[in-house]
């Protein structure tokens, strides 16, 4: 890695909370590598940063669902002469719907993506993040803390990335290294159209912008926190309703599951 220029990869930054994560790091003076499947987005999103006058990030197109894909990845910011010294697991997505409705590819694809690919790249780049006293950060949810009838392999696969990132804060303790599990509630991007969710009901929930749940996130992550829930409503939640015994919080989680799918 000699020689190589430190970028800040941050995946999932075609738009919502990946995109508005990279519009802070730009504006904060950090080089960027950013990887989603839409390269207009992603080359749209470069030349937006580079016209604040900050280096033109890294762009690469690239599905990592794909077995191939996190190699790929390393290839190709090894050959384009950079090293991720801080790495940002933000693409997700979620599917709305009984896991015995759904169809099962898709659901194996959320686990391909919120899971092996973050975890690939989080062990793939660690050496890296290790040897520049960087900082990961995983973007989880308030759904890692919570039963997810409705949602169940999404909300398994947050829960997963939560325990995932807080063990592996603690193994990294005094390596120099932060590891920060982002954890929003609603955010509006297109997570929720993507997730088959009620969009008529969806624009009465309580959500939050992508750009101050990316400021949130930019802040904690600096500070070294291992959790960063933003905003006091998801606060209570993650904090008290795990309290709760699941006979009573799984049905409650699946009516309110069913309302937002507009059952
Ligand atoms: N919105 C919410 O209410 C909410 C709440 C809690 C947590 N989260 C989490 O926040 C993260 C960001 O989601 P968001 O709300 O910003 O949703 P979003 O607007 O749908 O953004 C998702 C990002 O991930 C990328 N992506 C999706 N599939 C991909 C794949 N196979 N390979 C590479 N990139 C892929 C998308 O780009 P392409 O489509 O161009 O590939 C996009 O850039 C996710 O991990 C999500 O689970 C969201």
């Known amino acids: 890695m000699d020689g190589h220029r430190p970028v800040v990869l941050v995946t ?3 738009g919502g909370i990946g995109a508005d994560l990279a519009r802070v790091f ?16 992603l080359e749209a999103l470069a030349g937006e940063i580079e016209a604040m006058g900050r280096t033109r990030p890294f762009t690469l197109s690239l599905d990592l669902a794909q077995p191939q894909a996190c190699e790929a990845l ?13 790495l940002i697991n933000n693409a997700g997505f979620g599917l709305a719907g009984r896991a015995a409705m759904l169809e099962r590819a898709g659901q194996i694809e959320m686990i391909d993506l919120n899971i092996r ?21 995983n973007v989880a949810s308030v759904a890692g803390f919570l039963p997810g009838p409705g949602m169940a392999v999404y ?27 982002l954890c929003p509630g609603v955010t509006a991007t297109d997570f929720h159209a993507r997730a088959g969710l ?17 400021e949130a996130g930019y802040k904690g992550l600096m500070k070294g926190r291992r959790l960063v ?35």
């Open 26 to 41: 730009a504006r904060e003076g950090h080089d960027l590598a950013l990887v989603a499947r839409s390269a207009d987005k």
């Open 229 to 263: 829930v933003p905003g006091l409503f998801n606060k209570l939640v993650t904090g008290l309703l795990p309290l709760l015994p699941n006979g009573f919080l799984l049905p409650v989680m699946g009516r309110m599951q069913d309302r937002r799918m507009g059952k």
């Open 117 to 137: 690919a973050l975890t690939e790249l989080t062990l793939r780049f660690l050496p890296a993040v290790i040897a520049g006293r960087g900082r990961i950060m």
């Open 198 to 214: 009620d969009a008529n009901l969806m624009k009465h929930m309580p959500g939050m912008s992508s750009k101050v749940v990316a």
């Open 12 to 14: 999932g930054a075609s």
């Open 155 to 181: 909300y398994a696969t947050k829960a997963y990335v939560v325990s995932f990132s807080q063990a592996l804060s603690q193994e990294l303790e005094g390596a120099g290294v932060t590891v920060t599990a």
């Open 74 to 86: 390393a290839l190709a910011l090894d050959e384009a002469g950079l090293t991720p010294s801080t």
